[in-house]
T-cell receptor
Framework: GESVGLHLPTLSVQEGDNSIINCAYSNSASDYFIWYKQESGKGPQFIIDIRSNMDKRQGQRVTVLLNKTVKHLSLQIAATQPGDSAVYFCAEILDNYGQNFVFGPGTRLSVLP | EPEVTQTPSHQVTQMGQEVILRCVPISNHLYFYWYRQILGQKVEFLVSFYNNEISEKSEIFDDQFSVERPDGSNFTLKIRSTKLEDSAMYFC?????????????FGPGTRLTVT
C-alpha cells in the first residue's frame, strides 16, 4: 500500500552543525507534505509544510526540500540546538481534503554538546 | 496561545471495558482528528470529523470505535470493548480548515493501557 518512510532511524549531530533528515514517499499523487517534531511525552508539533507545486520552502532555521522526481522530502535544520533533539516525522496527505495524513516512522535527532 | 487539551493523561483499563478519551480542540477550529501511536511505532490516522460527522476513517477505526462532539467544545473517542492491542498513545488534533494550510495542532495525548 501507499506509505511514507524514513531512511535513517537515528541521527546524531554536533551542536551548531546543520542537520538533514530525509523521507521517502511512495504516492506520487500526494499534494501536500508536513514535517512534525515530537518531543518526548508530547504530541507532534507542526514545523513546516510544502505543497507539491513547490520544491523548496524556508522557515525559521528550517528548510524543506521536495524532489518529486524521486519522491523524496528532506528537512534541513540550520545551526542545530539542544532544543532540536526530538523525533521528526514527515507526513503526506493522500486526498484533496486534508483529511487523511500518512506519517512516516520518524527519525530521532540527538544533538551532541 | 490556544492549545488542544486532552484528558486523562493516562488511562488504565481492563480488557473488555469501555473507555472514553476526551479532547478540547482549539475553539475556532473546524476539523477534528484522532490518531494513535503504539509505543515505538509511527503515528496512525484513525478518524477525522467535520460538521458533526465523520469525514474520513482508517481501517483501524472499526465498529469498536466511535467519536462524538457532544457539545461545542468537547470531542471524544470511545472504545467500546478494549483489547490489549488498543494500548497506545491517543492524540487528538484540530485544524482551522484553511484552504492554504492543513496545519494540525496536536494535544499532549492520552496514554491508554489495557491490561
Amino acid at each position: 500500500g501507499e506509505s511514507v518512510g524514513l531512511h535513517l532511524p537515528t541521527l546524531s549531530v554536533q551542536e551548531g552543525d546543520n542537520s538533514i533528515i530525509n523521507c521517502a514517499y511512495s504516492n506520487s499523487a500526494s499534494d501536500y507534505f508536513i514535517w512534525y517534531k515530537q518531543e518526548s511525552g508530547k504530541g507532534p508539533q507542526f514545523i513546516i509544510d510544502i505543497r507539491s507545486n513547490m520544491d523548496k520552502r524556508q522557515g525559521q532555521r528550517v528548510t524543506v526540500l521536495l524532489n518529486k522526481t524521486v519522491k523524496h522530502l528532506s528537512l534541513q535544520i540550520a545551526a542545530t540546538q539542544p532544543g532540536d533533539s526530538a523525533v521528526y516525522f514527515c507526513a503526506e496527505i493522500l486526498d484533496n481534503y486534508g483529511q487523511n495524513f500518512v506519517f512516516g516512522p520518524g527519525t530521532r535527532l540527538s544533538v551532541l554538546p | 496561545e490556544p492549545e488542544v487539551t486532552q484528558t486523562p493523561s493516562h488511562q488504565v483499563t481492563q480488557m473488555g471495558q469501555e473507555v472514553i478519551l476526551r479532547c478540547v480542540p482549539i475553539s475556532n477550529h473546524l476539523y477534528f482528528y484522532w490518531y494513535r501511536q503504539i509505543l515505538g511505532q509511527k503515528v496512525e490516522f484513525l478518524v477525522s470529523f467535520y460538521n458533526n460527522e465523520i469525514s474520513e476513517k482508517s481501517e483501524i477505526f472499526d465498529d469498536q470505535f466511535s467519536v462524538e462532539r457532544p457539545d461545542g467544545s468537547n470531542f471524544t473517542l470511545k472504545i467500546r470493548s478494549t483489547k490489549l492491542e488498543d494500548s497506545a498513545m491517543y492524540f487528538c488534533a484540530s485544524s482551522g480548515g484553511s484552504a492554504t494550510s492543513y496545519e494540525q495542532y496536536f494535544g499532549p495525548g492520552t496514554r491508554l493501557t489495557v491490561t
